[in-house]
Each structure stands twice: as C-alpha cells, then as structure tokens.
C-alpha cells in the first residue's frame, strides 16, 4: 500500500532563517507531488506540484520554492522565512495522469518568529 | 478565477442529527467533486467523491448529491456521532488539471 511521510511535525524558526520540509512516498511511482499551505481556520492554498523529477509549477509567487530531486522526493525551502510563511504545511500525491484524489501528508506546523 | 464557497463555517449538531454542508463552484469545466475531512493536527483525508455523470452518491452514513445546472454539491452525515466532529472541506478539479480548488472548510461539532 502507498504511504506518504513528512517531516517534522512542528517546527518554531526565526525570521531569517532557512526553511527545508521534506516528503517522501512509498508504494507507488511516478506520483503527482503537490506542496499546499492552510492558514490558520482557512482553505487550502496549492504552491507547487511536480509531475516528475526537476518538474515544478508554482501556483504562487512567493518566498519558497520547490525541489524533486528523486521521483518519490518533495522538498519545500525557503532562503530567509517570514512571519507570514507560518503555517499549516501539508505534502499530498496522486496518481500520474489523474491530478485528483489527493493523499495528503501529516502536516508541517511552521511557526515564524 | 476558479472558486469554491463553502456554507456554514462552523456546524454544531447534537449527536444523532444530521449535518449537511454545501458548497458552490464556479469553474463550469470542473467534473469532479471530492470532500475530505481533517482532524486537528492532522492532513485531510478523502471520505467519498462524486463525478459529473453521476447525481448522488452514499457510502453508509455519509451522501453527496450534484446539481450541475446550478453549480451545487452537498455533503450530507446521517445519525452524526462524535467522532465525526473536525473540519470537512468540500473540492472540485478537473479530469487531468492539477488545480484542486477547496472551500474554506466547516468546523463540525457533534455534541453528545
């Protein structure tokens, strides 16, 4: 069965300072990797997906990027973090060629102070 | 652009009722409608979709009904209990497009 993994469940960083989230999946290949933000009490916002290895769209300008350096790998960053980057970050896959039912990680609590 | 308004933001029901939560969409080429539901702390899970062809679909106690024409979907929880108390967001997308658009999420109290 496929299973996804991120880390860390929480994290407290200064502004400033850089970000790296990882994800990883298991039990599939070639996935649709998708990095997503929830404020607190709102929606899901989509910054980036990857439909392969070196592959992102970002759907939002900003102050993260994206990585996949290996087909089952998704990587969040951030050079210098802002108070606005806290939040609830979530890592989701699906299957190549539908883009629609999302399995999404544990989550990220991000914290910037 | 592309948007999904969920109603209510917050339901209480009291533990046998039922809860309905709907959304809208705005997106005419969106044909599928998943709802996932988040407990605190953790990611949203799927708990059942629903495809353009098809007007209403169940699973146990929990139901979605579509209305193309006006644009409508509905989550519907029979004989609620606590444990389905979290955050239900409702979702559309299109077949091979990678932009899910979600609703801003219902906060669903159970009281028992």
């Known amino acids: 069965s496929q299973t996804i993994h991120q880390w860390p469940a929480t994290l407290v960083q200064p502004v400033g300072s850089p970000l790296s989230l990882e994800c990883t999946v298991e039990?599939?290949?070639?996935?649709?990797l998708y990095w997503y933000r929830q404020a607190a009490g709102r929606g899901l916002q989509l910054l980036f997906y990857?439909?392969?290895?070196?592959?992102i769209s970002s759907e939002v300008p900003q102050n993260l990027s994206a990585s996949r350096p290996q087909d089952r790998q998704f990587i969040l960053s951030s050079k210098k973090l802002l108070l606005s980057d806290s939040g609830f970050y979530l890592c989701a896959w699906s299957l190549q060629g539908l883009g629609e039912k999302l399995f999404f990680g544990s989550g990220t609590q991000l914290s910037v102070l | 652009g592309e948007n999904v308004e969920q109603h209510p933001s917050t339901l209480s029901v009291q533990e046998g009722d039922s809860a309905v939560i709907k959304c809208t969409y705005s997106d005419s080429a969106s044909n599928y409608f998943p709802w996932y539901k988040q407990e605190l702390g953790k990611g949203p899970q799927l708990i059942i979709d629903i495809r353009s062809n098809v007007g209403e679909k169940k699973d146990q106690r929990i139901a979605v009904t579509l209305n193309k024409t006006a644009k409508h979907f509905s989550l519907h929880i029979t004989e609620t209990q606590p444990e389905d108390s979290a955050v239900y967001f409702c979702?559309?997308?299109?077949?091979?497009?990678?932009?899910?658009?979600f609703g801003a999420g219902t906060r669903l109290f159970v009281k028992a």
């Open positions: 039990g599939t290949s070639n996935p649709n």
């Open positions: 979702a559309a997308s299109s077949s091979g497009g990678f932009k899910t658009i």
């Open positions: 990857s439909v392969g290895i070196g592959q």
